[in-house]
């Protein structure tokens, strides 16, 4: 077997990740944290805090400040010692799985966070399930032990049945809640303390000769140092050892346990990502797979973002360099439409904060701002007509009808659907009969947030109101059968914001029925955003 040459340095030092959790667990505060010890920013902004104080970096938007949740996947670029980290700050909510999901095709490997006290959640489970789908690697981290959690064994036990992968210990809790005082290094052979007082100050560490130095009693209490031998000894005759090949097949995952608010554990977890985690990978595209290391510049579109700055109507869509080097002001092909486009203005972020790209490498995710020429899935390449795979797009489970409080504003309405749906946050279908559109969405919260963000953007009050629609399937087939197929179904077709063909339901019986009456056509719940 042929071993791949070595990546250029710059490429080979990115690690390109996303964190996933169920609502909750506390990843918004480990995402904090990242940008900290990152020497991002200066004082980590907590969630729950009062005021100014809670409007944590990562959420920008103004329902995630008021709810504390994360509704829109950002990314993140920052150096941690000499590695460069691009994190990609996921939606926990399920609600936001869709965005969720493509932001998984842009990643080499995860994050995955769990809270001691309630272990693997379904929202968890949910996401874990679409790692594995991609074979990403996954790192855990056990949040929350400085509350009352549960006993280690129990929580590396339902990891391992719940979601059939190894766990390997990087690090081992001494004590937990009140008489959480910190951790073992397990790969390292040290003792990290954590320091209650300062909730923004790095734990100490203290390099020891393995457990039976005499130097642990010092800081341990003999209660807590007698259970940490024990149990370790238990963990080395029941638990695998850390195998990186392993990990990187996705078959193993190693756990790291803290407390994020506290920041302590997340240190270690950032050194195990930089020193385990992968190099950028190989894309998958229709024709073959693209490596990092080709010298033509290649990327994807995996997300759109509308009105990122309230001030001036942008589009910022985000693209994952695929390969190649690529440098301020030069002409890509944007495939879809067979246009060369000048990328004169790309953007690093720092959450809200963006500074322009001088130069960005495979690996990276830079940010195009531009007026509706990019949508998810796009493909811009040096002038290879690639086709990226893999970018879902899936069918709503909830539909309903929405009308502009003002009907001299019908207008504007039309502009502001449009945009969401080339954004990905909704799908926008347009009836072939009647007028108004049809919003569809995965979870019912999507829709306060699309009320809220068109009222907000565009100044425009709606209501959304109740469809008798409940699922739409995408139609494909032969054309002179789809047609006859449409001219009998007129008041169930509409069209999307691609302009591919939908057929609305109000039953399984409908979707059954055409299955039978027209054997030819295919109704599909998911299509691929490919061009």
């Known amino acids: 077997m042929n071993t791949p040459a070595p990546l250029p340095p710059e490429i080979a030092r990115r690690r390109t990740f996303a964190i996933i959790s169920h609502p909750d667990a506390g990843k918004t505060t480990l995402t904090e944290k990242f940008l900290l010890f990152g020497g991002a920013i200066q004082m980590a902004g907590q969630v729950r805090a009062k005021g100014e104080a809670r409007r944590t970096r990562s959420d920008f938007m103004k329902i995630e400040a008021d709810r504390g949740i994360s509704v829109s996947a950002s990314a993140m670029s920052f150096d941690f010692g000499a590695f460069r980290f691009n994190l990609v700050d996921t939606p926990g909510h399920s609600d936001f799985s869709e965005d969720t999901y493509r932001t998984l095709t842009a990643v080499d490997a995860a994050i995955m966070v769990i809270d ?28 929350k032990m400085d509350r009352e959690a549960r006993d280690t064994f129990d929580i590396i036990d339902e990891i391992q049945q719940n979601l059939a992968i190894d ?13 959480f005082i910190g951790c073992y290094d397990i790969l390292h052979d040290r003792l990290e303390l954590m320091d209650r007082a300062d909730r923004n100050r790095v734990a100490s560490s203290i390099k020891i000769a393995g457990l039976a130095d005499p130097k642990l009693a010092e800081h341990v209490p003999a209660e807590l140092l007698v259970r940490l031998r024990e149990e370790l000894e238990v963990a080395r005759d029941l638990l695998p050892g850390f195998n990186r090949q392993s990990f990187l097949e996705g078959h193993l995952t190693p756990i790291w346990f803290g407390s994020a608010i ?33 010298a033509a510049v290649t990327g994807f579109v995996f997300k759109v973002q509308a009105n990122m700055d309230p001030k001036h109507r942008d589009r910022v869509a985000f693209v994952r360099l695929a390969s190649g080097h690529f440098e301020r002001g030069m002409k890509l092909l944007h495939v879809r439409s067979k246009k060369p486009m000048a990328v004169t203005n790309p953007v690093l972020f720092l959450a809200a904060d963006r500074e322009l790209a001088e130069e960005a490498w495979a690996g990276d995710i830079i940010g195009i701002p531009n007026h509706g020429q990019l949508r998810i899935g796009d493909a811009l390449t040096e002038g290879e007509a690639l086709r990226f795979t893999g970018i879902p797009s899936f069918a709503p489970e909830l539909l309903q009808g929405v009308r502009a409080l003002d009907p001299m504003k019908a207008k504007h309405l039309d502009k502001a659907l449009t945009q969401f749906a080339e954004e990905g946050a909704a799908k926008v279908f347009k009836p072939m009969l009647g007028a108004g559109f049809i919003v569809g969405v995965v979870g019912a919260l999507q829709f306060e947030v699309l009320a809220s963000r068109i009222e907000q953007e565009y100044g425009l009050p709606v209501r959304f109101e109740p469809s ?18 449409v001219n009998i179904n007129k008041g169930h077709i509409a069209q999307d914001s691609d302009g591919d063909l939908v057929f609305l339901t109000r039953l399984q019986w409908d979707i059954d029925r055409i299955g039978r009456d027209f054997p030819e056509l295919r109704l599909t719940a998911t299509k691929e955003m490919m061009v």
């Open 116 to 143: 001691g006290a309630k272990g693997v959640e379904s929202q968890t489970r949910k996401l874990f399930e679409v790692c594995r789908l991609r074979d990403l690697p996954i790192l855990t981290f056990c949040n």
């Open 262 to 294: 506290n920041s302590f554990g997340v240190r270690e977890l950032m050194a195990g990502m930089a020193e385990f985690g992968p190099e950028p990978q190989p894309q998958k595209a229709a024709s073959r797979a693209v490596a990092p290391g080709e």
């Open 468 to 485: 008798h629609f409940t699922s739409a399937r995408w139609v494909t087939g032969p054309k002179p059968e789809v047609e006859r197929y």
């Open 167 to 179: 766990v390997a210990p990087a690090s081992w809790p001494i004590g937990m809640g009140r008489d």
